[in-house]
RNA sequence: UGAGGCGUAGCGCAGCUUGGUAGCGCGUUUGGUUAGGGACCAAAAGGUCGUGGGUUCAAGUCCCGUCGCCUCAACCA
């Protein structure tokens, strides 16, 4: 029991000190380590597999909605961010600029992209004449910067990666189509790889990207009620269009200027996972996207036969296109036990000489830390089986935690006491700009989305006739 | 950028009040033993005390500056 508190001990609490607990578990478990300049991070190997595997999923999606991939460069000159008189207001705070190149003082700063609307405008007014040409849609997988005062791995660097789909369209229903059409996407693959449920909808005006018409965004709940922005969707109108002057001859034969989209998801995703799973052992892996899905700790490893099975077990595994390891290290079993479920690995097998001579295995689930004996006959099939039994049981998890605290509000009082419980608070709202900065001002808490289809009667902060719902919540 | 906390061996820390040989635990290396929730014995290696300056015969310790990290607040995916 002592040493069990010694493990305990490694990891902050996470009920008591959630901050200090999402920090040691990334460091612990070799997601990630500091960069050595402030608010950059190495993303480790284990960090890196996950980030390959959330990367070859949705790249799935956005090739069976059309969308190809390109890549465009990472140097925007300065005048290209002035075109669009609110992009500019909003990112050039956060900007970096590069002004000496080959010794030389710039004759024109570069920007290093903090996202990549202006140059891809740029390119697109160059690439499209016809309405033949329509609709465009290109992804790039790249890393941007925006020079954050103050970060934390994967949630919020100066540097990170993401992947920004750009879309042109000839009118606007379409391109509010594709915005709408790419959050559903984006929710889909939340909720069925990362196993997080999201809450889906229109951003507020003031929450909006800048030089965005509409900002629709996917919300998800962390372990400490607080909210989390885990992708968004852009309807930009023909406000980029215009910047850029992306005009085209319509089968009518006139000159119209496009319409254009742009949706986004970052390396943040991880952290999303990280917050939303995590328990008091460290990482809870969803198997869709675990770099390792199964990991075998061989019990009396030197005696006969042991990793001689435990070797062919894998190889069965890993024939069934299961990720699987092989712990042959030195350590103790005790010790991989709680290595791997800091580690977040969703099933480990455990295999010893009398598994192997009742031909069984022990499976432990890394969710439930439920211990199950299953036959060796078949194995791959099992495990498969216990691996989606995870995956399901993780988003039941997170949406029960999650909608066992939203709460309505119909006061400030309420508003206030909400947030402050770990809740996301849905409070009617009349729509002004004051309402809204007063929720903020006094509670710490933001309009995340609007609640779409639900109606509350009076404004929780003015009391008149309420507009809408909103989801407030403290986010990260 | 505002408020608070922390920088001493790979990691976690003590030592600072009251200046006087650089310590502890874990880990690492070597040899041996090791069966199911962080094994055991023996030996060994490992330090410009974040950094620059000052005071002093003498600074990890006192003074001034500076850099970094963590938490909270403002900005953001």
Redesign the pocket.
Known sequence: ?A??N??VE?IANIDAD???W??DVVLKTKLVD?GP???TMVIRPYGYAIWENIQKEMDARFKKRGVENAYFPLLIPMSYFTKEAEHVE?FA??VAVVTIGGGETLAEPLAIRPTSETIIGSMCSKWIQSYRDLPMKVNQWCNVM?W???????????E?L?QEGHTVHSNAEEAEAETQAMLQSYQEFAENCLAIPVLTGRKTEK?R??GAVA?Y?MEAMMHDGKS?????SHYMGQNFATAFDIQFLDSDGTHKTAYTTSW?????LIGAIIMTHGDE?GLVLPPVVAPIQCVIVP?????EGVIEACEALKAELEGAGIRVTLDKT??????????W??KGVPV?I??????IEAGKM?C?RRDT?E?VEMPLENAAESVKQLLDTVQKGLIEKARKHRDDRIVYADDMASILAGVEAGNFVKAGWCGCRACEDKV?EET?A?ARVYAEGETRETCAVCGKKAEHVIVFA???
Do not use: C, H
Not at 148 to 158: A, N, W
Not at 350 to 355: A, F, I, M, T, V
């Open positions: 029991m040493k069990e010694q493990f490694q959630f901050p200090q999402y920090t500091y300049v402030k608010g909003g705070p956060e925006r954050e005062k103050t970060t934390r791995p994967f949630l919020r660097t100066s990170f993401w929450e990207f800048a900002t965004t989390l922005q885990a992708g968004t986004g998801v970052s390396t943040r052992r019990i009396a490893a030197r005696k030195d350590n103790s079993p005790g010790w991989k036990f709680n290595e479920e800091m480990r455990e295999l010893g000489p009398r598994d022990l432990a830390l211990k903020k710490a933001t403290r986010a990260y």
